[in-house]
């Protein structure tokens, strides 16, 4: 089984309204809720490709009960551990007359060491974890040190271990190898400390990352597409040019083509290619809005996959 996690997951609030007028009184034309995260991301694109998994990680409160409700109307299966706190909510606000939107991040609860123990349990007496998928950033009250201690727990389990995460999480998650990250180009240079203009500075990079115990790196480039190193060598992944729409979670489409494959014993170049597939049919819908099978069937056999 694949089993996402989702740490710090939120209710996103997609609001439209006519005008923001100050001081006057501002009538909500539609309002959606969506359950949002990063881990649940790759989950719901799994199952949007014909794939099973469970998507794990810490809700709170009536918000964190609808953000499960949402999932099981869009046939994600979820295994949450419950917190005290509630579950953030984001507000996206769109003003029509403007044509302008807003995004209103919350922070979110603090998460308490025993919540976060009963998470760490769970994960540790899973007996079909085949893959691990780490993903996003953290709540309050856990520091990044999570990350190395889930590598440890999915090794321990004989699951291959994914992270994509940023800054101090990814930096502990590498300290503890895991088998595959996915960084896009800006978080790789943050995690090496370096700016990587070039295609070879970029597998310099990504060699160094094998060195240090990984197995594959997988860096995402927006429109340029993907490149793969792993100890055989390294890979490119090249999608049509597209009228790009939104890219909001194109990277973690690209985590669950390539998981996905993965898991179904495809080899490696047809991994990247449904990676690079998922990642471009997501990058033509709008808003927040995840990509549609028929979409990436569909661009398959357009990516292009070179041995470098
Ligand atoms: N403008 C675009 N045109 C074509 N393909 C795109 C575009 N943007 C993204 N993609 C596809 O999606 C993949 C992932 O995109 P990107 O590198 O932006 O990920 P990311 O920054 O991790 O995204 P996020 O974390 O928001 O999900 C790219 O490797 C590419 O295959
Ligand atoms: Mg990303």
Redesign the pocket.
């Known amino acids: 089984m694949i089993y996402t996690v989702t740490l710090n997951p939120a209710l996103d609030r997609a609001i439209t309204v006519d005008s923001l007028l100050p001081d006057d009184t501002v009538r909500v034309k539609t309002e959606t809720d969506y359950a949002a995260g ?1 881990g649940i ?1 790759v989950s719901r694109v799994i199952k949007e490709l014909g794939g099973h998994s469970v998507a794990l990680g810490l809700v709170g409160g009536y918000d964190g009960l609808r953000l499960e409700g949402l999932l099981l109307n869009a046939g994600v299966v979820s295994d949450f551990t419950r917190i005290a706190g509630e579950t953030r909510t984001n507000i996206l606000l769109r003003e029509e007359s403007a044509d302008r939107q807003f995004v209103i991040s919350a922070s979110g609860p603090e998460v308490s060491a025993a919540e976060l123990g009963a998470l760490f349990q769970k994960i540790r007496g899973l007996s079909d974890a085949g893959y691990l998928i780490l993903s996003g950033s953290l709540p309050l009250g856990v520091t990044p040190e999570i990350y190395g201690q889930l590598i440890l727990a999915g090794r321990a389990l004989g699951a291959v271990t994914v992270v ?1 995460a940023d800054g101090a999480a990814l930096q502990e998650a590498v300290a503890h190898a895991p088998c595959c990250i ?1 960084p ?2 800006h ?1 790789l240079e943050r995690l090496v400390d370096r700016t990587l203009e070039t295609e070879a500075e970029i597998l310099a990079a990504g060699r160094d990352l094998l060195d240090r115990g990984l197995e594959q790196v997988l860096v ?7 490149l793969l190193c792993t100890r055989d060598g390294a890979l490119k ?1 090249r ?1 049509p040019e ?1 009228d ?1 729409q939104s ?8 985590v669950a083509g390539f998981i996905l494959a993965r898991s179904r014993g495809l080899e490696v170049g047809e991994c990247l290619r449904w990676s ?1 597939a998922a ?2 049919a ?2 033509m819908t709008p808003g927040t809005e995840l990509c549609h099978r028929k979409d990436v069937e569909k661009i398959l056999p357009q990516i292009e996959v070179t041995e470098l």
């Open positions: 990063k991301d994509d996915k896009n180009i978080e995402s480039r927006g429109r340029q597409g993907l992944a999608g597209i790009a890219t909001v979670g194109a990277g973690d489409s690209t690079c990642g471009v997501t990058a």
